[in-house]
């Protein structure tokens, strides 16, 4: 019996025939009529469309129940193994081996990063001269601020004074002495504002912006100090006014400023040990000190940024530096080429999958709207549409793109190097392909169930979602207009969800609580304030997330009483024709064709 089924599902039996009879039945447009006959064969028999409708039906069901069957199933009735699984065991093993290896290069490499980073804010920030701080910091971001012309004057000659004696100050480490590189400081302004205070009368045009540019000149010893009135500076460009591009005691207009900077750039070696993955790093950061007063509140915000930049570094004389590197570079260009390798002919596979699936969804679309007169439900053409296979498609092509990258941070071959976004790459790739894992679980029945409850819970939990996001919408927009002004945790639309979704999950109440501090005279805010925190903990941990909860454990239950044979499953037009249970590859397939 099992070799007369296997017989009968080989896919290249008959193939001729196959064709010759979808053309016979799908040339008639309409439904067939039984009795019509087909003209003689070769014996000089005839035959009704009837018989060849049957024929064609009997082969278009064997293809379609094969096609739905799991790896095992097919292993088990075909003897045909399962090379496609076992691209995608390989895959994953070797993928997850790449990720761990260039996960530890990447945290060392953030390490590294941040350490320079500190050292920047440590050597260039001024925080004798930052006092103030603005209303949003908070421990992990100061937010420094600058309250005095002083200070503004202060910090900037101060960061020029340490870019000069960068050297003398570090641990021989950084770098600054290299071609067309200077200080450079930049000045966005409003053109003509005048602004009076006192009497409440004031002028300006907001649509008229300018930024001047200028180099900073060199802080010399023992002949220069470090001035509180104005900055030293050097046009970047020769004028009428100075052809010798002169320095000049530039001061600031405040009532125009909208904002400042001082970009410069820093050069740096980063060492690794022998067993490292990829030689030295040449970086050079871009660092941008920040002047902020769009606000004109009388506060100057006062920051520090970096980007790195990776260079080409060159080479020593003694090349043997380099050499002591090549035996683990080689070790895992090799791993990253077969990981490569092995996702291309993952993607092949899968996109070959869909164009299959595709074809014989259009063969049993025209039989179902030929026999019937109608097309099938959507949800039925939907079944061969896998999207296990697109999820992978899109995993293999992250993957290659990161693999591609990571080559290239380790050998550096043409000299672009992203660590930001071969991470991206590879960490949304490693966990799209963890997730398809579920699709193999889901071939035992035992564990099955939870991929079927995760399949059919998704539409009504988004349904579920959307109307309770609505409710969530407005309470976020409410307490961003209402508490935002007084509480830090509301300062922004962001920070609002951010805030309701954390006590949704029940955490940092009282400190929610504690920051809204109202005046004593605004009791009806007070009043309020109590009111919106606590309707929302109300609604939306004892009721919505409840109710969320309920609607998962309603499918749940569902499908183990449909499996256990008390709730009858009904079929689309798809499982009507095999007899089977497309979604649920727990059910085994029947062997009556």
Avoid at 133 to 149: F, H
Avoid at 381 to 403: A, E, K, P, T
Avoid at 467 to 478: D, F, H, K
Avoid at 504 to 529: A, K, Q, V
Wanted: proline letters at 4%; a neutral charge.
């Amino acid at each position: 019996m099992a070799s007369q089924y296997v017989s009968r599902l080989d896919e290249s039996e008959d193939e001729d025939d196959f064709i010759e009879d979808e053309q016979c039945l799908l040339n008639r447009p309409g439904r067939i009529s039984p009795d019509s006959l087909s003209p003689p064969d070769a014996n000089g028999t005839q035959t009704t469309n009837r018989d060849r409708l049957d024929q064609y039906e009997r082969k278009l069901k064997q293809r379609l129940r094969y096609f739905f069957m799991t790896p095992c199933q097919k292993w088990k009735f075909r003897g045909r193994r399962p090379f496609k699984l076992s691209i995608q065991v390989a895959k994953i093993l070797l993928v997850s081996l790449q990720v761990v290896i260039f996960g530890m290069l990447s945290m060392d490499t953030a390490d590294y990063i941040s350490s320079n980073l500190e050292t920047f804010k440590t050597l260039f920030l001024h925080e004798d001269s930052a006092r103030a701080s603005l209303p949003d910091a908070n421990e992990n971001d100061p937010r420094l601020a600058i309250a005095e012309k002083s200070a503004f004057y202060y910090s900037i000659n101060h960061a020029r004074q340490v870019y000069t004696e960068l050297d003398a100050r570090t641990f021989d480490v950084f770098g600054t002495d290299f071609e067309n590189n200077t200080m450079q400081f930049c000045i966005y302004q409003y053109d003509n504002t005048t602004l009076h205070p006192s009497n409440g009368s004031y002028y300006y045009d907001p649509g008229q912006l300018s930024e001047i540019c200028y180099e900073m000149a060199r802080f010399e010893q023992p002949y220069d100090t470090i001035f509180e009135d104005h900055i030293p500076l050097r046009p970047l460009l020769k004028t009428k006014e100075n052809p010798n591009r002169t320095v000049i005691d530039k001061v600031v207009n405040f009532q125009q400023l909208m904002a400042a900077h001082i970009f410069f750039n820093i050069r740096t070696i980063r060492l690794k040990p022998k067993n490292s993955g990829s030689s030295p790093d040449c970086i050079e950061h871009r660092v941008k000190i920040h002047f902020e007063n769009q606000a004109h509140s009388g506060l100057i915000g006062y920051r520090l940024s970096s980007r790195e930049h990776y260079r080409f570094c060159q080479e020593a004389s003694n090349n043997k530096v380099v050499d002591k590197f090549e035996g683990r570079i080689i070790l895992y260009t090799t791993l990253d080429a077969f990981c490569l390798c092995l996702c291309l002919v993952s993607l092949v596979l899968c996109i070959r999958s869909i164009y299959r699936g595709n074809r014989l969804g259009h063969k049993f679309t025209k039989y179902f709207q030929h026999k019937h007169g109608r097309k099938p439900s959507f949800y039925a053409r939907l079944h061969f549409l896998n999207f296990w296979y697109i999820g992978i498609i899109i995993s293999d092509v992250l993957i290659i793109f990161g693999s591609m990258m990571k080559m290239e941070v380790e050998n550096k071959w043409v000299g672009f190097i992203d660590y930001s976004s071969c991470q991206m790459l590879l960490g949304i790739g490693i966990g799209i392909t963890y997730v398809g894992l579920l699709r193999y679980i889901g071939f035992f029945p035992k564990y099955n169930i939870i991929v079927s409850v995760l399949k059919n819970s998704i539409p009504h939990c988004a349904r579920f979602m959307l109307t309770a996001g609505i409710v969530y919408s407005g309470y976020v927009l409410c307490g961003w207009l209402v508490l935002g002004p007084r509480n830090i945790k509301f300062r922004t639309i962001v920070k609002t969800s951010e805030t309701l979704f954390s006590l949704l999950n029940g955490d940092d109440m009282y400190n929610t609580f504690e920051l809204t501090g109202f005046p004593e005279t605004e009791s009806s805010l007070r009043i309020f304030n109590q009111f919106y925190l606590y309707s929302f903990i109300s609604l939306f941990i004892y009721v919505v997330l409840s109710l969320f909860l309920a609607v998962i454990l309603d499918v749940y239950e569902t499908i183990k009483e449909s499996r256990g044979g008390k709730e009858k499953f009904i079929p689309d037009e798809l499982e009507k024709f095999i007899g089977l249970n497309v979604l649920d590859s727990g059910e085994p397939i029947r062997l009556s064709l």
